[in-house]
T-cell receptor
């Protein structure tokens, strides 16, 4: 099992569809993240979950709805998206609150490439 | 607020040569962490190297080294003996202080490195 797995890898949806992106981490981490990567823009942090509790919502439109049922799984529910929402959505995990000196680096999945028609 | 600037949208390097990818950052925090990630065409972001703001020595990981100049607020990545497999996007990122909180990294826009024969 790879560290962070995202499904589906590719998704095409219409503006009226409802779909979900799934992320699963096999690293025993306690924090999970959704990032959006659009062309020629820095990665944008969308949501952060720490110990299953949402600790960050970076002014993300309500058409994106995250869900974290446990510390290993993270979902991003999508509904009534816009064409400008087309992007690569990256899930990541990290271990927080560890020993002093730990770097807290993020471990990323391969992303779900979303196209909204 | 933190900001990462990568001024090189694209770089070319010949195989076996060394290359430096530039990164400057802006922060008012005294404690922070700096990261470099590699993103091949598959999409996954791969952690390469980390430098803590209080680390006195430059970080090294195999062929990767980080040229950390705190006064100039720069954290350039040096790749020695480039290989064809190094062709990818490279992102510089910063983590704010706050032990125990999630790793809310701020990313730059990236540099696309192409290694040629």
């Amino acid at each position: 099992e790879t560290g962070v797995t995202q499904t589906p890898r590719h998704l095409v949806m219409g503006m009226t569809n409802k779909k979900s992106l799934k992320c699963e981490q096999h690293l025993g981490h306690n924090a999970m993240y959704w990032y959006k990567q659009s062309a020629k823009k820095p990665l944008e942090l969308m949501f952060v979950y720490n110990f299953k509790e949402q600790t960050e919502n970076n002014s993300v439109p309500s058409r994106f709805s995250p869900e974290c049922p446990n510390s290993s799984h993270l979902f991003l529910h999508l509904h009534t998206l816009q064409p400008e929402d087309s992007a690569l959505y990256l899930c990541a995990s990290s271990q927080e609150g560890g020993l002093a000196g730990h770097t807290g680096e993020l471990f990323f999945g391969e992303g779900s490439r979303l196209t909204v028609l | 607020a933190q900001k990462i600037t990568q001024t090189q949208p694209g770089m070319f390097v010949q195989e076996k040569e060394a290359v430096t990818l530039d990164c400057t950052y802006d922060t008012s925090d005294q404690s922070y962490g700096l990261f470099w990630y590699k993103q091949p065409s598959s999409g996954e972001m791969i952690f390469l190297i980390y430098q803590g703001s209080y680390d006195e020595q430059n970080a090294t990981e195999g062929r990767y080294s980080l040229n950390f100049q705190k006064a100039r607020k720069s954290a350039n990545l040096v790749i020695s003996a480039s290989q064809l497999g190094d062709s990818a996007m490279y992102f510089c990122a910063m983590r704010p202080p706050g032990g125990g909180t999630a790793s809310k990294l701020t990313f730059g826009t990236g540099t696309r490195l192409q290694v040629t024969l």
